[in-house]
């Protein structure tokens, strides 16, 4: 399906271009980097986008602040979310869901592991 817009908030270059890389494999996808939450912010709420991976580790604004500010606007209550993060752990998954994350992914990320994460989110057969 084309024209789907994906928006990466993530601190790290490194990781931001491995996302990118993944994310890529679709067809027609236009993908957006943000290098904060508070990149991320200004970028999700000035222009339309049909997912959003968000870091929850990050200066300036963390994720999980990113997260409830997001769904706290109407007009993206329905934006899918996965987050993507270094914290393992049951109780920082269970906030992020809380808040209202979609996906939770811990890193070390596979590339395919995102790309089926992403297409079920954007509700993509194959």
């Given at each position: 399906m084309a024209g789907q817009r994906i928006l990466i908030?993530?601190?790290?270059p490194t990781m931001r271009q491995l996302l990118v890389f993944a994310l890529k494999r679709m067809k027609g996808v236009d993908i957006v980097e943000a290098q904060d939450g508070m990149d991320g912010l200004r970028k999700v709420t000035s222009d339309h986008f049909d997912l959003a991976f968000v870091d929850?580790?990050?200066?300036?604004?963390?994720g999980l602040k990113l997260i409830s500010l997001i769904r706290g606007e109407q007009n993206l209550a329905d934006m899918p979310i996965c987050v993507i993060t270094t914290e393992g752990a049951k109780e920082d998954r269970e906030r992020a869901i809380g808040l209202?994350?979609?996906?939770y992914l811990?890193?070390?990320i596979q590339a395919n592991k995102v790309l089926a994460v992403a297409k079920a989110l954007l509700k993509i057969d194959g």
């Open positions: 908030v993530e601190d790290s929850i580790n990050m200066p300036v604004m963390d209202g994350a979609n996906e811990t890193k070390p």
